[in-house]
Each structure stands twice: as structure tokens, then as C-alpha cells.
């Protein structure tokens, strides 16, 4: 398909057809697609997890670290359904004839019903709900009776008993004995969602390495199949060191490809899209300050490829070039020793080795001018949401549990994307690759047909019976007979050109 059957499997790919190239690629995974399935299964599942470690923390330090509450009083139930149905857009939690609303959105009230709300003295804000039981009442003055569970007090005043010493350490405990309850519970489900992911990586790993072992065993196994079947002109224009290249490094690029950097890519891709939902949920201005960086990020990661995919291309032309000339100096040395050919052979490597040196820098100084400037990128966006974010919480706008969700989500919406530089920088090897994998596969081979022996009868019998044989009317061999029977060991001794070769 490319190039010709005596042309060199490296000059003659051009062009990449990732398409194709992965379509092709698949059918050897095709057979162990369950495994992969598994796999891919898991990774969403630890996707998840991953996401839904920043909202636990939320949760926790919003709801009984820093509670942040406002609490309305009514006369009576239609009030209070009256006022429900006007602010659709806030939460309430419903307490008898009291509602509970997180404090950021009490800027959603109009102004007229704060005023009224206030001037009543219905209106309470910063309030943190506890237990309703006697030993609380009897420490806490002035208490909110919500229902025979729980109680209001104010967070502000609860601070306050504490700092002038009408709370002791051990008293301050009992009051918040729920919450603090409640948050270790929280702890424990943190913990069994680490225990959760342990299981869910160690089945990951294994069932994508077991699918792509074996789907790399059978490629090796063609490959090499399709080499034995080629005409003996293809390997004049192809040393085997590059052939060998072929079947050892790049099956082995392949085979980290799937099992380290294709689905994990996909993984990487997730996280990224559950990230910027979840950002999104928790509060969406702040949301869009943060991601105001991204469409940097993705310039410089698509420069990244563009860049990357040729100078890969190219490393791996000068590795397999590399090799073709070790493979072939080191087994033919006696001749070049012979021919006094070390410094010529020794100046030949050098340039093919400065070659390879020159190609693998300018890769790593693409590695290095890519990793630097997306972390400066994180950075930039860590800045813009400690500045907007900061702000937001002095103006009742956001929590303090909403910010360190977003610092935390911030901090792996950046790791998957260096990740997945890394991954692209497997793939990226692993397809250029594939080309000449499938370059080599695209070379007609010879029909060479092995027939099987079907004959039960043959016993493994070699048999001479008055053989003569002559070169150029000289006679090496005159009415030879003999017979070697299965299992036998046989000597020719003889003088030189007696004939033991011709025999052989």
C-alpha cells in the first residue's frame, strides 16, 4: 500500500493515518474486548471517586466546621409557603415554622422582605443547628427550638462564650457532639472511598495488561509470521536490527500504550469534563473566572501535539536506524576487524548516534518549554480565584467550604492535563509505531505454501541408495548407500572436499 516490497519500511511513511492506523490496531484487542470494557468501567468509577472527594470536604466544613446558616421565623404554615414559593431559586430546609438557608443566598431576597424580616427580628443569620437536648440547653442561653431534635444558636455568640471562658473545651464538645459525629462518619466514608479505589485500580490494571498482553502476543506473533514469508530482496534494503526494532520496541510501545496510556487518556478526559461540571454546580461565576486560562491551555496543548507527533516520528526513525547498525557492526566485527575497518565503522555510528542525540534534545525541549508554561497557567488561574473568590466570600456570595472545594478541583483540573502530556507522549511514540508496524504488514510477502506431511507410515528413516554426485563432471560422490534410522547418531570423517558436506 506504501511504498514498495525492496524499499525501506522507514523512507517510505510519510504521512499518518490515525484512523486507520487505530482501526487496525483494535482488531488484535477485539478478542479480549471484555477486559477492556471492565477496565474502562473502572476508570469511570474511579473518576467518580476522584470527584467526589472536594465535594465531601465541602460538605464538612459548610455544614459543621464553619456553618454559615440564616434562619426566618413565621407566625404561622402559610406564611411560610407563601414565602417558599416566592424564592423557588434558594434551598430552604424546613423546620416546623422556621426555614434554614445557606447565608450567600440571602442577596437572592428582595430588599423590602429583609427590611421587613429584620426589623421583626425574624431574621437570623449565622446560625449553626445542634442537638436539642437538656444538657445543651442547660450550657447554651437564648436557644431556637426548631422541633424535639434540633435547635439554632448563633455560631457568632457560641464563639464568643468560648473566648470569655463560660465554655470549656470539654463542654464546647458536647454541644457540637452531632456535628462532629457526623464528620468523622464523613472521614470513614472518605476512607472506605480510598479502600473502594484500591480495589477499583487493582482491577483496572489487570484486566487492561491482561488484554493487551495477549493482544500484543498475537501481533509479535504475526509479525513475525509475516517477516518469515518475505522475498529475500526485502531483506537487502531492510537490515535486521530495524526489523528486529520492528518486533521488540515497537510491540513494546504498543503494548504500554494500552496498558498506560490509552484508556487512561480516556480516564484523564473524564475528569476533566466532571471538573468543569462540578465547578460549574458548586458556582458558576466563579466557575468562569477560573477556566478563563483554558483556552490557553488549549493552544498550547495542541501546538504540543502538532509539534510532538513529527519530532516522534523522527526519534523513532533514528532509534531503528540506530539499531540496524549495532545489529549489523556487532555480527559482522571479525570482517571489520579484518578489513581494518574500526575507525570508518566507529565515524559511521557517531554520526548516527549524534543524530539520535540532536532528535532526542529537540524532544525534551519541547517537554520543557510545554510542562513550565501550563504550570505557570495553574498558577495564573490559583491567583484569579484567590482575588474573585476572596472577595466573593466577604460578600456573602460564596462559602468558605465552596472555595476550598474550587482550590481543590483547581488542583486536579491541572493534574490530568500534565498527565496527560505524559500519556500523549506514550501515545504519540506508540503511533509512530504503528506506522511501521502496519507499513511492514502492507509489504507483500511470497506465497510460500507449508504443506503438511500426512503420511503415518514415515518413521523418521534417511536413507542413501547409490547416490553419485558431480561438480562440473568431477565426481565428489560415487555410488554412495547408506541408512540412518530414527534416532541413530551418525559421523562423517573425511578428509577436506571427501565429500561430508555434499552429503549433508
Known sequence: ?????????????KTSYDKVLIKRLLKYLKPYILYVI??????????????????????????????????????DTKSQQQFIAKYKNIKFEIFENHLIFPHKKINVISEMDLNLLKNSGKLHTKMVILENSSEVLNLLPNVIILNKNNIAFSSQKLTELKKNGKLSDVQLRKIQSRNIRKIRFLGFIVLGIVLIQVVFYFLQIYTINFASQHAMYDLRKELF???????????????????????????????????????????EFVVLGGIIVMMLILDWKLALVTFSTLPLVIILFTVFMKRSRKIYREVRKKVAKMNAALSEDISGVKIIQLFNQINRKMNQFAEINREYYEKSLSQLRLFAFFRPLINS??????????????????????????????????DRFFEPINRLSEKFNILQSAMSGVERIFDLFDKKPENFQIQKIENKTLKGEIEFKNVWLAYNDEYVLRDISFKIRAGENVALVGHTGSGKTSII
Not at 390 to 404: C, E, H, K, S, W
Request: charge should be negative; glycine fraction near 8%; aromatic fraction near 10%.
Open 38 to 75: 471492565i477496565s474502562f468501567v473502572m476508570l469511570l468509577f474511579i473518576a467518580a471517586t476522584e470527584l467526589a472527594m472536594p465535594a465531601i470536604t465541602k460538605i464538612v466544613v459548610d455544614d459543621y466546621i464553619t456553618a454559615n446558616n440564616s434562619l426566618i421565623e413565621f407566625d
Open 225 to 267: 509470521a509475516h517477516i518469515s514469508r518475505m522475498p529475500l530482496s526485502f531483506f537487502d534494503k531492510n537490515p535486521v536490527g530495524r526489523l528486529v526494532t520492528r518486533i521488540t520496541n515497537d510491540v513494546r510501545t504498543l503494548d504500554e500504550m494500552f496498558s498506560n496510556g490509552l484508556i487512561q487518556l480516556i480516564q
Open 1 to 13: 500500500m506504501r511504498g514498495n516490497i525492496g524499499g525501506s519500511i522507514e523512507d517510505n511513511i
Open 377 to 410: 497557567l495553574r498558577r495564573v488561574a490559583l491567583a484569579l480565584l484567590l482575588w474573585f473568590g476572596g472577595g466573593q466570600i466577604f460578600d456573602n456570595m460564596i462559602t468558605l467550604g465552596v472555595f476550598i472545594a474550587f482550590m481543590s478541583y483547581l
